[in-house]
């Protein structure tokens, strides 16, 4: 890849926003309702789901999509699932082992939505810069 590592770092994260205002607009309103409302706050923190998505994007850059540049989309695809496996994971598993109220269900359909999310931005990506 011999493309500025910021212009990157704006396609991957225009390509992840895209995918997650998909979710967060459409998909994910009642699911969380339904599951999560003694939790779910009123309106969302933007500083902290901007730093969430900048911090993620740098870290799938750094742990997928650099490393994987020369491989083929299998790479790809078993990285990226695994990265966002374990970043849900990590909030979603948390959220369950320190909250009174959190649901299994909801830990079970964000961290799927985490692989697919990840995977999908990381081979749309991939596609892009070849």
Known sequence: ???????????????FLLLDSIWLG?????????YLKEVLASKPNFVAA??????????????V???NQYNGWQKYLVSSSMYGLMTYATFDLTSQAILKKW???ITVI?????????????????????
């Open 26 to 34: 459409k998909v994910s309103p009642k699911l969380y309702k339904h």
């Open 103 to 105: 649901s299994s269900v």
């Open 65 to 67: 999509i650099y490393p």
């Open 1 to 15: 890849m011999k493309y500025n590592p910021i212009v990157i770092y704006f396609l991957t994260l225009a390509v």
């Open 50 to 63: 901007a730093v969430f998505y900048f911090l993620f994007i740098v870290g799938l850059l750094f742990f």
């Open 110 to 130: 964000d961290m799927s939505w985490g692989v697919v999310i990840t995977s999908l931005t990381s081979l749309v990506v991939m596609g892009l810069l070849r």
